[in-house]
């Protein structure tokens, strides 16, 4: 089964700063997705970033990023200019292939999340 | 716009009793999921459904059960709600087959159980 360890559980940039969220995930699959989920206070998640495994190139969607190394099984993401709006809950995820006997579903492994803290 | 509504943002139950959790989405997605979010312990599946009827046991499905009678609604049963079940439940839905695998997910149902 796969696994996926953010080991920052807090984490605290000034305004206007980057800050960089750490993952790290653990699977035998060759190919597979990787996401980034914001969950602000209104508890809502939205997906931020996705990354194909197959791509080396690193994903970006304006001020978010990510750094993707496939051999170390690594897939960081990075703000830039942060800001107050950024403040919440990140989850990274790997997608999952849930097999049964007439077919799939696609689900997703989760993280234990880092809450971003913004500081003004 | 994509929508993933749970029926109920609040819910306080007893000990003992029955409760239901509804979601329902308008995107007509074939998968949906059910998800339990513990601080520090992250999202982790009860259960999904990859078709009206059909059922797959996720991660933690114990003294949990589902229902999915229509292919825009997926229910989530708790036959007697006990205290260890007091959690934030976040229901999820995503197309099936060759996709990026993003899941769209309701606002959350906050259960409380005395």
């Known amino acids: 089964a796969q696994t996926v360890t953010q080991s920052q559980p807090e984490m605290s940039v000034q305004e206007a700063e980057t800050v960089t969220l750490s993952c790290t995930y653990d699977t035998s699959e060759s190919d597979y997705y990787l996401f980034w989920y914001k969950q602000p206070p209104s508890r809502q998640m939205i997906l931020v970033i996705r990354q194909e495994a197959y791509k080396q190139q690193n994903a970006t969607e304006n001020r978010f990023s990510v750094n993707f190394q496939k051999a170390a099984k690594s897939f960081s993401l990075k703000i830039s200019d942060s800001q107050l709006g950024d403040a919440a809950m990140y989850f990274c995820a790997y997608r999952s292939y849930l097999r049964y006997s007439g077919g799939g579903a696609d689900g997703l492994t989760f993280g234990k999340g880092t809450h971003l803290i913004i500081q003004p | 716009d994509v929508k993933v509504t749970q029926s109920s943002r609040y819910l306080v139950k007893r000990t003992g009793e029955k409760v239901f959790l509804e979601c329902v989405q308008d995107?007509?997605?074939?998968?949906m999921f059910w998800y339990r979010q513990d601080p520090g312990l992250g999202l982790r599946l009860i259960y999904f459904?990859?078709?009206?009827?059909?059922?797959e046991k996720g991660d933690i499905p114990e003294g949990y059960s589902v229902s999915r009678e229509k292919k825009e609604r997926f229910s989530l049963i708790l036959e007697s709600a006990s205290t260890n079940q007091t959690s934030m439940y976040l229901c999820?839905?995503?197309?099936?087959?060759?996709?990026?695998?993003?899941?769209?997910f309701g606002e959350g149902s906050r259960l409380t159980v005395l």
């Open positions: 459904s990859y078709d009206v009827k059909m059922k």
């Open positions: 995107m007509d997605h074939e998968n």
């Open positions: 999820a839905s995503s197309f099936r087959g060759p996709n990026t695998g993003e899941l769209f």
